[in-house]
């Protein structure tokens, strides 16, 4: 049975960071590139990162290159995405997936709030 348990979020004020952390079960982890997703209130969910199931191949959402790093322990079959300088616009419920994404493979997310 696939299991995604993302784990990390909470309030944060603008500019400051979070680690965000995906566990993953009953899949071959290791071969899969692996996502990060976001689901703004009242906004589809959107791209936001991808590793390829080596690590060496990353791409990002324009709206997060250069702040965002996505990566990967495949020993602990975790995906982790270290976000820096956030904004408020970074605020989402963020979920990992395969990628392209699975509709079996949504988890319940982890709730990223960057208010003052």
């Known amino acids: 049975q696939v299991q995604l348990v993302e784990s990390g979020g909470g309030l944060v004020q603008p500019g400051g960071s979070l680690r965000l952390s995906c566990a993953a079960s009953?899949?071959?982890?290791?071969?899969?590139?692996m996502g990060w997703y976001r689901q703004a209130p009242g906004k589809e969910r959107e791209f936001v990162a991808t590793?390829?199931?080596?690590?060496?191949?990353?791409d990002y959402a324009d709206s997060v290159k250069g702040r965002f790093t996505i990566s990967r322990d495949n020993a602990k079959n975790t995906v982790y995405l270290q976000m820096n300088s956030l904004k408020p616009e970074d605020t989402a419920v963020y979920y990992c997936?395969?990628?392209?994404?699975?509709?079996?493979?949504w988890g319940r997310g982890t709730q990223v709030t960057v208010s003052s």
């Open positions: 009953g899949i071959p982890f290791s071969i899969y590139a």
């Open positions: 997936n395969r990628h392209p994404s699975r509709s079996g493979y």
């Open positions: 590793i390829s199931g080596s690590g060496i191949n990353t």
